[in-house]
């Protein structure tokens, strides 16, 4: 039993050790007992946050992550998955398969926030919703027409479709439950367009005239417009969507189109928060930060835009290749972004500077980052697995598979909580291991791949009433809940200052005195004073203008007694004031 404990204290001291900000501080030498007291207490603190962080590490995150480890000269990414099929379990074979259907093709995947389930959309219109977990098929449907991007709404039981014309959205059984047409324009003001709505609902509905009577006493109508334009208000097509985005704390789904038209949706509500043009042409590259929101743009001018709902122009605008841009991701904790080229160059950027932290060599069509880190880049029928193994955000070779001769890769995409890449091509879709990609301990407040009927309904009730604003989105999600700092007041020209004192005089000058008693009105008296009146409007800006030759007379002393050396800094005269 002793040396049980001793084990144990010595690996909760490691985890300590793991957490603690560096070494303390030496106390000792200072002599300001009440900056040392602060310190001391706040050393204590810093040990205390350590030994909770080491105790939940040890508790409540039993599951460490997988890695390859090589022996010798041997590369990790020489292993083949046939080698890591022959040292895993039975369960985690499972998840190394190779659906093949060529003539549906290629194909896109999109998984839920746990990992739990897959939508996979075929370009020739065929759905498919699969339980990762028992690799049962949910649901199957063919719309019979071009799908080009599915993404998965705030849980398993809605998804949205890119299709030829419009966005479709679906439950889980296939039941198509919105097609996005037109621009929806919500909560109108029935007074403002009473007959215009009386009109549309008069002929779109089979109801009888005498029912409208009660609509004066609605004060909002959530309408659809099928005409063109009713009082000024531009209806406006979505068009055909080439990639979709779901923002999970917003409840917002990002769409931009063939003409270059990047568009939020509100799903609880249908209403379009932002609309807006974005001026660099076609693209397909689009994804969201999952750290703030922010969702960026691809182009084909070799610049990646970076937008906000609430904003008709890009909050960024960087060049980051000098051809057309292929691909990004983003790395999860929002302050890593990759990009890939047409120049056949991978770039690796950190978002605090906007500055290239390193350049590999290699084209990616597609690129996505792992919940640990690891980025996943692919290219014709190769896929090149990188890691930053030191820490120090130097990506190098970790893994690489190669697909059968003649698969297209379309899409990479990690599963959330496992060791496992999900690779949509043109014949189909794949599935290969990769060992520490997932995170192992999962939050069941936050995401649970074992997660109940009931347990779910508590979730979405709880993330409804936890829904961010779209203002919420920027940047830097810090500020939010700060206050923002009271500007400087400029300090005016000499220009305003004169004109200032003009305006003071001439207020003066022309101000007009009450008529007194006999003997109290004279002239003289009169006249002095309008002169008392302007000399004290011009005292202030008088008075100013001395405190300030006084301030540049003060630096100008200090300036020449730093200008020399301090041994003899003593010996300057001191001038009288």
Same mark, same amino acid.
């Given at each position: 039993m002793g040396a049980k404990e001793e084990h144990g204290d010595d690996e909760m001291d490691l985890k300590v050790k793991k957490y603690l900000r560096g070494e303390a501080a030496n106390l000792e030498g200072l002599k300001d007992k009440k900056l040392k007291g602060q310190l001391a207490v706040r050393e204590e603190l810093y040990g205390k946050s350590a030994?909770?962080?080491?105790? =939940?590490?040890?508790?409540?995150?039993? #599951?460490? #992550? *997988?890695f390859l480890e090589a022996e010798g000269i041997e590369k990790t990414w020489r292993i083949k998955q046939d080698s890591i099929a022959n040292e895993v379990g039975i369960l985690s074979t499972r998840n190394q398969y190779d659906i093949v259907l060529p003539e549906l093709g290629p194909y896109t995947l999109d998984f839920t926030q746990n990992g739990r389930y897959m939508a996979a959309a075929g370009r020739k219109g065929h759905l498919a919703i699969v339980d990762m977990k028992t690799l049962n098929l949910t649901k199957e449907i063919q719309v019979r027409e071009t799908v080009r991007d599915v993404a998965f709404l705030h849980n398993e039981l809605f998804f949205a479709t890119a299709q030829k014309k419009y966005p479709y959205i679906y439950n889980r059984d296939g039941t198509e439950l919105h097609c996005l047409k037109l621009v929806q324009l919500l909560c109108v003001l029935v007074s403002s367009f009473y007959p215009a709505i009386v009109q549309i609902m008069h002929r779109h509905s089979k109801c009888a005239p005498d029912s409208l009577t009660a609509l004066p006493s609605i004060s909002l109508l959530e309408i659809r417009l099928r005409s063109n334009s009713v009082k000024g208000f531009t209806v406006q097509e979505h068009g055909a969507v080439l990639r979709l985005q779901f923002l999970k704390n917003h409840f917002l789904l990002a769409s931009i189109n063939k003409s270059g038209q990047l568009r939020y949706q509100d799903v609880t509500m249908g209403e379009m928060v932002g609309n807006f043009r974005t001026g660099s042409g076609r693209t397909d590259v689009m994804q969201v930060n999952p750290y703030n929101g922010v969702v960026a743009l691809g182009h084909?001018?070799?610049? @990646?835009?970076?937008?906000? /709902?609430?904003?008709?122009?890009?909050?960024?605008?960087?060049?980051?290749? /000098?051809? /057309?841009?292929?691909?990004?991701?983003?790395?999860?904790?929002?302050?890593?972004?990759?990009?890939?080229?047409?120049?056949?160059? =991978?770039?690796?950027?950190?978002?605090?500077?906007?500055? @290239?932290i390193q350049t590999l060599s290699g084209h990616a069509k597609t690129l996505n980052f792992?919940?640990?880190?690891?980025?996943?880049?692919?290219? *014709?029928?190769? @896929?090149?697995?990188?890691?930053?193994?030191?820490?120090?955000?130097?990506?190098?070779?970790?893994?690489?598979?190669?697909?059968?001769?003649?698969?297209?890769i379309g899409k990479l995409l990690f599963r959330p909580y496992e060791d496992v890449l999900g690779i949509g091509h043109s014949m189909g879709w794949s599935s290969i291991l990769v060992p520490g990609s997932g995170e192992p301990n999962f939050d069941s407040w936050v995401a649970n791949p074992f997660e109940t009927s009931k347990?779910?309904?508590?979730?979405?009730?709880?993330?409804?009433?936890?829904?961010? /604003?779209?203002?919420?989105?920027?940047?830097?999600?810090?500020? @939010?809940?700060?206050?923002?700092q009271v500007k400087k007041k400029e300090k005016p020209t000499k220009e305003e200052r004169e004109a200032e004192l003009e305006a003071a005089v001439e207020t003066a000058k022309d101000t007009e005195f009450k008529k007194k008693t006999k003997g109290r009105n004279k002239p003289s008296k009169r006249a002095t004073k309008r002169r008392e009146l302007i000399h004290r409007a011009k005292r202030p800006f008088l008075e100013q203008r001395m405190e300030e030759k006084e301030m540049s007379r003060k630096k100008q002393k200090t300036g020449v007694v730093t200008e020399m050396p301090k041994s003899l800094q003593r010996f300057v005269r001191q001038k009288a004031g």
């Open positions: 030994k909770a962080a080491a105790k =939940i590490e040890k508790w409540l995150l039993p #599951s460490e #992550s *997988g084909s001018s070799g610049t @990646v835009t970076m937008w906000k /709902p609430t904003s008709p122009i890009p909050l960024v605008k960087m060049l980051c290749h /000098p051809g /057309p841009i292929s691909s990004l991701a983003f790395h999860p904790n929002g302050q890593l972004m990759a990009t890939s080229g047409r120049e056949k160059k =991978i770039k690796i950027w950190d978002l605090r500077k906007f500055e @290239v792992s919940q640990k880190g690891l980025l996943a880049a692919g290219t *014709g029928s190769f @896929v090149q697995i990188l890691a930053d193994s030191s820490g120090s955000q130097n990506y190098s070779r970790y893994m690489s598979h190669a697909m059968a001769k003649g698969y297209q347990q779910r309904r508590e979730k979405e009730v709880h993330s409804l009433l936890d829904k961010l /604003p779209p203002e919420t989105i920027m940047l830097d999600p810090t500020k @939010v809940g700060t206050v923002r």
